[in-house]
């Protein structure tokens, strides 16, 4: 039932770092998730109790609905303190990059890793790893990589290190980065791995409740005015587009995170197989995309044709230089030029069909 997915050979550099290598760096990525703070926390926690000096760096603040989790309290902010968090780059022995694997994913904090003479290593699920790693432990198929992280601590044999706290953090990893096991969370072992941190007496249904029954008021009726005023639904493309200018989202006091989970919402309507929400990031001056679709549309290739992003098939990223209406004119080209392709996984989204 459950199969490790790393080969011996491939833990084997991590393990020997774990026998000299005393001070560690965990990054994981801009706007991190459940998943890059649940793996980073689980891996930070793991070292610590092995007697190693372990930090997590952020390179923005991570949501609060995630402020609870063991250890989150140490999490250093790049942008809040760069000089103590380069310091700590510059000096580490070891940098374990987990949930990215590209060092653009970092921002600010690209500099200093790339500059640190520590040894490298990669922790991830995303396709098309770059080459910044000593040791590259890349793989697409998993749920998470929260769940890369506990394969990782069976490798190292260390499977009876497993604490509640650090079950906590993986299992919130791989909750929020499938959905609550509504998508990429279709292979036995998973369920495996859960059963297993299950038994460190992790309670499930506090994580849950903590994560997701933790909005503000704010962020509920955004989502509303989201669905009712800016919801388009276009229907010969089996697409649905929601765009929001930061005017409409500081209506509601929208903090950071707010905005997650609206991309999301238009696929619950029958026949809608992308979902498109384009939203105004006046403080970085762009247009931010995300994209979702189901089955195997690619919504990664419409993030990358038409807004210089990527990411998973059925869940991508991108961004725009330019005012929103530019961006939702950008985003009505795009479908233009996709009802003209002959690729079949793009051409399903104009049959029309109800599936
Ligand atoms: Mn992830």
Redesign the pocket.
């Known amino acids: 039932m459950f199969e490790n997915v790393f080969s011996q050979a491939d833990v084997q550099d991590f393990k020997v770092w774990m026998d000299w290598a005393e001070r560690y760096v965990i990054l994981t990525h801009i706007g991190p998730?459940g998943?890059?703070i649940g793996s980073s926390l689980a891996l930070c926690n793991y070292l610590k109790d092995k007697g190693k000096t372990a930090v997590v760096i952020t390179p923005d603040h991570a949501p609060d609905f995630l402020s609870w989790m063991p250890g989150f309290e140490n999490v250093m902010v790049f942008a809040e303190s760069p000089d103590e968090c380069e310091q700590l780059v510059d000096r580490a022995d070891v940098i374990c990059c987990l949930?990215f694997n590209e060092v653009g994913r970092i921002e600010k904090v690209a500099a200093s890793f790339l500059f640190s003479k520590a040894m490298k290593m990669m922790l991830d699920?995303h396709p098309f790893p770059g080459a910044n790693w000593n040791l590259v432990l890349s793989h697409p198929e998993a749920s998470?990589?929260s769940e890369l992280v506990f394969h990782l601590l069976c490798a190292l044999g260390d499977f009876r290190s497993v604490t509640t706290d650090i079950a906590t953090c993986i299992y919130t990893?791989i909750m929020t980065?499938t959905g609550c096991f509504a998508y990429s969370s279709s292979s036995p072992s998973l369920f495996f791995i859960v059963g297993r941190l299950l038994e460190t007496g992790i309670d499930k249904d506090a994580i849950y409740r903590r994560v997701f029954y933790s909005h503000s008021e704010g962020r509920m009726r955004l989502h509303g005015y989201a669905m009712c005023n800016s919801l388009e639904v276009i229907e010969r493309a089996s697409t649905a587009l929601i765009a929001l200018s930061d005017t409409e989202m500081k209506r509601f006091g929208v903090k950071k995170g707010d905005t997650e989970g609206i991309v999301n919402m238009p696929l619950q309507i029958l026949g809608v197989k992308m979902s498109i929400f384009l939203r105004e990031d006046r403080q970085r001056g762009l247009i931010r995309l995300s994209a979702r679709s189901v089955g195997n549309v690619p919504c990664n290739r419409f993030a990358s044709d038409f807004f210089s992003g990527g990411g998973h098939m059925n869940a991508a990223g991108g961004e725009f230089s330019g005012s929103l209406d530019e961006a939702v004119s950008r985003f009505r080209h795009g479908i233009e030029q996709w009802s003209k392709s002959d690729d079949p996984t793009i051409s399903q989204l104009f049959k029309n069909k109800h599936s």
Do not use: E, L, R, V
């Open positions: 998730d998943d890059a949930d699920h998470s990589t990893g980065d």
